[in-house]
């Protein structure tokens, strides 16, 4: 039987959807910022921040971000470790991480960028005090992988932190969907110039594993205790994953 996985609603080969999602980011890493602004109203970066906080990084500790795109987390975790401290933000595209770095510049920040594979980390066993990846999950293709390579690169006593997209409260579920269906990718059309993008995008979400999933996934990857935060009645989750 042939391996297959979801790329949005559709079925394709693994390596296929490694494309298709490059391309996809390839696509709008020039207007990602201004792109997640109007689409949550500016709540992502409420939802970032909630997740810096919930991982409780003090001075000189180390920090792996993944999937981190134009270094929103980075640069919060950067506030946190200090100068003693280390932050490495890392993603598998380009194009995101050429964004997130010229953005860094510009605000006087300046630390280890490295372009890899969440699937495949290039890091050493036990590395880190804490991992974070934020809406990046949903489009890794074996998220077990990266789940279980999140948990190898940790400390002892350290903490992933997962924030996704997940399960919305089901009476919104209706709402939602015409939001996510209609209106995102008419913006993504009118500032991104790519509707396909981001009709993508709202798919990934319906397919990524829900809270209940996730938590047992993280489980099963060797995390000794999940707990999970829901932001916006369940539209993004914050997975809180402890090893001890």
Same mark, same amino acid.
């Given at each position: ?6 790329? +949005?609603?559709?079925?394709v ?25 109007l689409?949550? *109203? ?9 997740a ?7 001075? *000189?500790m ?19 470790? *200090?100068?003693t ?9 380009? $194009?995101?991480?050429? %964004? ?5 510049l ?31 999950l ?9 789940? $279980? ?13 997962v ?6 409260w089901?009476?919104?579920? #209706? ?33 990524h #594993?829900?809270?209940?999933t ?7 990857a +060797? ?6 935060h829901?932001?916006? $009645?369940?539209?993004v989750?914050?997975?809180? %994953?402890?090893?001890?």
């Open positions: 039987m042939t391996d297959k996985t979801h790329f +949005g609603f559709a079925e080969p693994p390596d296929e959807k490694t494309r298709r999602v490059r391309g996809v980011f390839d696509s709008v890493a020039n207007r990602y910022d201004v792109m997640n602004d689409m949550s *109203g500016g709540l992502h970066r409420l939802w970032k921040r909630f810096v906080e919930s991982a409780a990084v003090r001075a *000189g180390s920090v792996l971000d993944l999937a981190g795109g134009t270094g929103d987390l980075a640069r919060l975790f950067a506030d946190k470790v *200090g100068a401290g280390e932050v490495v933000l890392t993603d598998i595209n380009g $194009a995101m991480l050429a %964004a997130g770095r010229d953005k860094l510009n605000s006087g920040r300046v630390f280890p960028i490295v372009q890899c594979d969440a699937e495949k980390l290039p890091f050493a066993d036990r590395r880190f005090d804490r991992v974070s990846i934020a809406f990046g949903r489009n890794v293709t074996h998220k077990e992988a990266a789940l $279980a390579e999140m948990r190898r690169v940790l400390k002892p006593g350290g903490v992933a932190a924030l996704e997209f997940s399960k919305i089901q009476p919104l579920a #209706p709402a939602y969907d015409w939001y996510s269906f209609n209106v995102i990718p008419r913006i993504g059309k009118l500032v991104a110039g790519d509707d396909a993008s981001y009709r993508y995008l709202a798919e990934s979400i319906r397919m #594993p829900d809270q209940a996730l938590t047992q996934m993280m489980v099963a +060797g995390f000794d205790d999940v707990t999970v829901n932001l916006a $009645a369940g539209v989750a914050l997975h809180m %994953a402890y090893v001890h």
